[in-house]
């Protein structure tokens, strides 16, 4: 590749939805020159890619929206409690507008590699377009759930008929009417799918391998009053989603264990905060993350209300969780899920009890003999997590070290910010970091104020080159394992949130689970503090080395 051909930036970010903008907004604002590079035809990241039915967002859409704009706060109406794709999809395109983004953004581009010019001080970014770009800063905004895991189903391929996977839909409408539809995986999108196909289909086959537990939503859609009233109290807002765990409105555990206090008191808590209609219930007392008998009465809870939700007996014990506690997966936000079963076109297929044998070219062969005919598979078996995205691009640092051979154990950061042995390479919501575990507009803002407080002061003090020490990352480690280990979750069996999901992908504590306000706070110490834990290599040095 000619070095002549190459177009020179301050800095190259990777990706254009949420974290992609609010980064090329900030380095404006710097005074850097940025472009950004987006493998989709237009902005949106995931909110782009997952056009399936039924795709909404499970944070509440006023919470769900971005903070650096007040303006926008103002004159934008969400029309639901919680956003569906289109309207979510809708919103980007108008923050992309009216701050003219997309004159920086290059799309149809995807990333082929990343490689560190040691000599020169740059990354060098190639993509499938042919254009390389270099910088001497690239800040990855590639997101956590973009790299799609297709099942190792046997045969999958040779499907003869429509087969999507939810986190690549078409955008040619899809339609079900009178057609046996196949859904493949009962997680967030796989519950959301199946609930939005269900009203339409002729017939469709739920293929579960773990029953997973769900909570109603209770959407709506949001009255004048609601939204002149989210409107007036936007700061409010962003003060409470700045210092909580989750950047969240969710409402406290209650002071005391849960066992401190009397069985119906306890049950009347868990109702309260069913009725919510958010995540409240995972939150209803501290130790229902951590004490395997709370856990397990709130699990129990949970799976009564299924059973009155679900006229079939036999079936709704087949819908009940029971492989894992309560809340150690994400949970699910339903609009009826659990009442599709109820209706006629509408069959379980319990893929745990009798396997997929395999996927022919008209439906699904079951391991007792059984046949299920299809005219259309959706696959929403998720993500290769957190740090698939990154490890898809094929990133080379200093002494030609491979990210893939670094992290082949798992993921190695400081601060789920930077790595070892990759200079001025930075992750908006990467491994270690809290990412999905808050609101992640929230986590992003955090990601990228940070980033940008770096980049300001490297400029100031002529500093080149900012790069993390090994043992920065040993005590990373060691930290996010300490607190990963105390939560129920590390006793999951599969798990997206520990890499579990994957075949062949190493198992480990992939975020930060300690709470964005802790987080932020370690980070603002550690800048505060020189930039504890990072070589810094000014001008001169760095040509040097
Ligand atoms: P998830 O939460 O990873 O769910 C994937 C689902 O697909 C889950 O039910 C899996 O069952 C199932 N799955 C995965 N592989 C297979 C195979 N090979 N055969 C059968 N079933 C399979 O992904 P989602 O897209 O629903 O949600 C991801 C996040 O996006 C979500 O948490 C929100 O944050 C938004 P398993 O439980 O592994 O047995």
Known sequence: MGEDMAEQFDVVVIGAGFGGLHMLWKLRGLGESAVALERAGDVGGTWYWNRYPGARCDVPSVEYS??????????????????????????????????????????ETTVTAITRDEERGLWVVETDTGTPFEAPVVISAAGCLSTPNLPDIPGIEDFARP???TGRWPHDPVGFE???????????????????????????????????????????PLTKDEKAEAKRTYGKLRHVQRNSFGAATIEPPMAMKAFAIAKEKRFAEYERRWNIGRQDLLAAFA??????????????????????????????????????????????MDTGYFEIFNQDNV????????????????????????????????IATGYDAVTGPLLDMNITGKGGQKLNDKWAHGPETWLGLMMHGFPNLFTITGPQS??????VIMAIEQHVDWIADCLQYMDTEGIAEIEPRHESEVEWAMTVAAIGSANLRAKDTNNWYLGQNVPGKPVSYMTYQGGLDRYRKVCDEVAADGYRGFDLRRMDAAADA
Not at 186 to 214: C, D, K, M, P
Request: proline fraction near 5%; include cysteine.
């Open 178 to 220: 009178g057609k046996n539809v196949g859904v493949i995986g009962t997680g967030s999108t796989g519950v959301q799918a199946s609930t939005a196909i269900a009203a339409e289909a002729g017939h469709l086959f739920v293929f579960q391998r773990t029953a997973q537990y769900s909570l109603p939503a209770l959407n709506r």
């Open 66 to 107: 971005v903070p650096w704009d007040r303006e926008l706060e103002q004159e934008w109406d969400w029309s639901e409690r919680y956003s569906a794709q289109p309207e979510i999809l809708a919103y980007i395109e108008e923050v992309a507008r009216r701050h003219d983004l997309k004159r920086d953004i290059r799309f």
């Open 434 to 439: 809290p990412t999905v575990h808050a609101n």
């Open 163 to 165: 087969l999507h996977h």
């Open 287 to 332: 130790d229902i993350g951590t004490d395997a008998e709370v856990n397990a009465e709130v699990s129990e809870w949970v799976r009564g209300k299924i059973r009155g939700i679900v006229d079939d007996p036999d079936l709704a014990e087949k819908l009940c969780p029971t492989v894992n506690p309560f809340g150690t997966r994400r949970i699910i």
């Open 347 to 378: 069959s379980l297929v319990d893929i745990r009890e009798d396997p997929i044998a395999r996927i022919t070219q008209t439906g699904a062969q079951l391991e007792s003999g059984r046949f299920i005919e299809l005219d259309m598979l959706v």
